[in-house]
């Protein structure tokens, strides 16, 4: 791992630690791989030294590319309530945040259970989103650090209830949230929005200022009636308000496999909606129960915990998709050839 950049090597050692590859299936056996090609090359041909110096530039580009990603906006949102919305809020984005992706949760649910679920107490909030929205307050005065490192937040306060019908008769209503996202976005690698459970302005407003939206879907029935309606919420959005929102795509989850209904949803959804639907599957674990109470997101109350690894794979697998990995795929595989 010598002379690679600290904070990547930062990165491997805390993956190592865990036991669990969540990132980079490949960038293991890559950096093993080049070194032992360097010091079986240097014994033999010093103009391989030339070579080195390109891969290693090689590298600094890669972890360049990854400083510059401009912050990717994802909402989370389904009508449904309970159904793990604030959930994989607050736990996706301390998994970027532990990869050292600089994230920002917006707490966009008068319950303001994210902001709760990160260690502040609603009731001590004196400004919210509500106000950034309202009263054009600077976003940027009122976000509040985590406990997790790289993670932050934007609160929420029962106030926000009143927002619904306030903006009713502002002029586009639908685009006050892309107002307050765009002051801060440069700031964040992603921003996670928690969706109320409704499909009111607020949701909307949400919608039309994300890149893309994830919906979670409960492993049970009636998690599946809504499905085609929020979908249809999405597609009207994206035709009249925002053309460039996509679908990230459908999380399942309190997955139990010991329930053959569980089973039968996760077929029923993946049968339908195919590649839309996360490889990650969120299981019902105890401890994504428990850390809300102790104002701790998964990673920072059981890092070894089911749920965490679940979180850190779904991830894993949104930087994939999104070709943001620290090692772009194309780039995964180096060539050294023996002589020029």
């Known amino acids: 791992m010598a002379g690679l950049p600290y904070k990547i090597q930062n990165m491997v050692h805390f993956i190592k630690k865990l ?43 890669w972890i360049q590319a990854s ?24 736990n996706l984005g301390a998994a970027f945040a532990v990869l050292e992706y600089k994230t920002l949760i917006i707490d966009a649910d008068p319950q303001a259970n994210s902001t709760s679920g990160v260690g502040f107490d609603p009731k001590n909030i004196k400004t919210s989103i509500y106000e950034c929205l309202m009263d054009e307050v600077e976003p940027k005065n009122i976000i509040l650090n985590t406990a997790t490192p790289n993670l932050d937040l934007l609160p929420a306060h029962i106030d926000l209830v009143g927002a619904e019908i306030e903006i009713i008769n502002q002029p586009n209503r639908e685009k006050l949230m892309r107002r307050v996202v765009n002051k801060i976005k440069q700031d964040y690698d992603f921003i996670v929005i928690d969706c109320s459970p409704s499909l009111g302005l607020i949701t909307v407003n949400s919608l039309v200022a994300s890149d893309s939206v994830l919906v979670p879907v409960q492993c049970e029935y009636f998690a599946l ?30 997955y139990d496999s010991r329930l053959r209904l569980s089973n039968q949803v ?39 915990s089911s749920g965490a690894v679940n ?30």
Not at 283 to 299: D, V, Y
Not at 317 to 340: A, C, G, H, M
């Open 67 to 90: 400083n510059n990603i401009m912050g990717k906006v994802i909402s989370i949102a389904n009508q449904k309530g309970g159904v793990g919305k604030t959930t994989t809020a607050i």
């Open 225 to 254: 009636e809504g499905l085609g309606k929020l979908l249809n919420t999405i597609k009207i959005v994206q035709s009249r308000l925002n053309p460039s929102l996509d679908i990230e795509g459908i999380l399942l989850t309190m």
């Open 19 to 61: 036991n669990v590859l969540i990132i980079l299936p490949s960038y293991n056996a890559l950096v093993n791989n080049f070194e032992y090609e360097v010091r079986k090359k240097l014994q033999i041909n010093c103009i391989f030294v030339v070579q080195t110096a390109v891969l290693f530039v090689q590298l600094n580009n």
């Open 266 to 304: 996760v077929d029923e959804v993946k049968a339908h909606f195919q590649n839309m639907v996360f490889d990650t599957i969120i299981n019902r674990n105890t401890k994504l129960g428990e850390a809300p109470s102790f104002g701790e997101t998964i990673i920072m109350h059981d890092v070894t």
């Open 311 to 340: 979180y850190l794979n779904l991830a894993r697998e949104i930087l994939q998709k999104n070709d943001l990995t620290r090692i772009k795929s194309s780039d995964k595989q180096i060539n050294i050839e023996d002589e020029f």
